[in-house]
């Protein structure tokens, strides 16, 4: 009874709408319709404005999948019903990523909220084979090209270029990503030194930071990435993030 009754009182709108739209002039609908549908497509861009991604116990299920590395053990990443991804990285090191939604989607900013509760010594993440970090969030971007596309089938960060922002290092610095020097950066936002036990926010300008690294404009989002990295040291660390959104 209810869905009958919305149904009728959205004819009646429809049909109020369009008998006020009939009795206007030429130039007085044109107006008026191209308000109305300014409207529309206003309140769809508002409604796509936040994306935040999933984050529950059940993450293969959630679109989550581990990109491991030959020779070295995963970390463990543990999704909890209150939102939170544990990532526990003991003698190891892996990604746990996710397509942004089933096509890439255009963002401004990048926001999450991320813990250390057991850290890491400060490395030199300049140098691959000793660039241990707490915790990292990389940013894969969908480059426009067939080539791209092919690569990607095979792994989500030879989709196109990538950022990635880390806890860990000696300094808040920027630099090329040690493994991938030709297509990724990194940027230290939280130093080894950083408080600890409590949670930091971040919001970083994703279309500002590619621009001054690759000197063109941003693509569109294709994959966002979690990961921990212990596998050089060989110690344990352990880390939480929560809140990834774009916007």
């Given amino acids: 009874m209810l869905s009958s009754r ?6 009646i709108e429809l049909e109020f709408t369009w008998t006020h739209i009939k009795s206007m002039n030429y130039f007085t ?19 796509r404005e936040t994306h935040t ?11 989550w999948k581990m990109l491991r590395f030959d020779g070295i053990p995963p970390s463990e990443f543990i999704g909890t019903k209150d939102g939170i991804l544990e990532i526990r990285s003991h003698k190891s090191s892996s990604v746990l990523y996710t397509a942004v939604a089933d096509d890439p989607i255009e963002a401004s900013t990048l ?3 991320w813990h250390v509760v057991e850290g890491l010594p400060a ?9 241990d970090r ?15 596309r092919f690569k990607g089938m095979f792994s989500p960060f030879a989709r196109g ?11 808040t610095d920027e630099f090329p990503h040690p493994h991938l020097p030709e297509s990724a950066w990194m940027i230290i936002r939280q130093p080894t ?23 063109s404009k941003m693509p569109p989002v294709a994959y966002i990435g979690v990961s921990g990295d212990a596998d050089d040291l060989g110690e344990m660390c352990f880390g939480m993030v929560r809140n990834i959104a774009l916007n």
């Fill in 6 to 11: 919305r149904s009728s009182k959205r004819t």
């Fill in 29 to 47: 609908r044109i107006v008026f319709l191209s308000v109305f549908l300014f409207s529309i497509g206003s309140s769809q861009s508002f409604a």
């Fill in 53 to 63: 991604l999933p984050i529950n116990p059940d993450l293969i299920g959630s679109g």
């Fill in 111 to 113: 926001t999450w909220s």
């Fill in 123 to 131: 490395t030199n993440l300049k140098k691959a084979g000793g660039d």
């Fill in 134 to 148: 707490v915790l990292a969030i990389h940013v894969v971007f969908a480059e426009d090209g067939m080539m791209s």
């Fill in 161 to 171: 270029r990538v950022l990635t922002y880390v806890w860990g290092g000696h300094m």
């Fill in 193 to 215: 030194d950083a408080p600890m036990n409590t949670w930091i926010d971040e919001t970083v300008d994703l279309q500002a930071d590619y621009q001054r690294v690759f000197g």
